[in-house]
């Protein structure tokens, strides 16, 4: 991984990385900032940045499977 931070529009790919993060946190007891931390290592973006998309796009997608 480069040690460029990206700044670019969002893939797919990396919006389902970002969702498998938060919610493998959740489920292990962790918060989902850990999860903006570990999406954000393997994705080379900052963690506000994972947790911006996050909130603004995916987490109503997601949202029930938050409450399980």
């Known amino acids: 991984m480069s040690s460029v931070l990206r700044s670019d529009a969002w893939h797919e790919r990396e919006d389902a990385l970002l ?4 919610l493998k946190q959740v489920r292990e007891g ?10 954000g290592k393997q994705l080379g973006r900052t963690a506000a940045g994972c947790g911006f998309r ?4 995916l987490r ?3 949202k ?3 409450q399980e």
């Open 19 to 22: 969702t498998e993060c938060i």
């Open 54 to 57: 996050w909130n603004s796009t």
């Open 64 to 66: 029930e499977k938050l």
């Open 30 to 39: 962790g918060t989902q900032t850990k999860g903006f931390e570990e999406a």
């Open 60 to 62: 109503y997608k997601y």
